[in-house]
C-alpha cells in the first residue's frame, strides 16, 4: 500500500502566506520598513526591504511557521538571570 499525497491537505495546512512569507512576517517587514524610511528620509530603505522579504522567504522555504514558533519562544520562555553565565535558560527543579 503506498501513500497518497494530496496538495489541498498542504494548502489547507500551511499558515496564510504574501510573496512566499507568512502574513505576519509581510506586515512586520512593512513596519521595519517604513520606520527605517521615516527615520532616514531616503529611498533606499526600500531595496532594505527587498533583503529583509529575500531573507523571510529562504527562511521560510524550510518551514513556514519559523516566525511564528520564534515569537512563541521568545514571548513565554523570557530570559533566566544565570543566562550570561549557562549561555541559554537553566531553570531550578
Known amino acids: 500500500m503506498t ?3 494530496y496538495s489541498v491537505h498542504r494548502a489547507l495546512t500551511r499558515p496564510q502566506m504574501f510573496g512566499g512569507v507568512t502574513y505576519s512576517f509581510f506586515i512586520i517587514n512593512a513596519a521595519v520598513t517604513t520606520e527605517i524610511f521615516l527615520i ?4 533606499l530603505a526600500l531595496p532594505v526591504a527587498l533583503l529583509i522579504h529575500v531573507v523571510g522567504y529562504l527562511a521560510c522555504l524550510r518551514e513556514p511557521r519559523m516566525f511564528d514558533l520564534w515569537v512563541t519562544k521568545v514571548s513565554r520562555c523570557p530570559r ?6 549557562w549561555g541559554s535558560n537553566s531553570y531550578a527543579a
Open 80 to 85: 533566566v538571570r544565570n543566562w550570561k553565565f
Open 3 to 5: 501513500l497518497v499525497r
Open 40 to 43: 532616514s528620509k531616503n529611498f
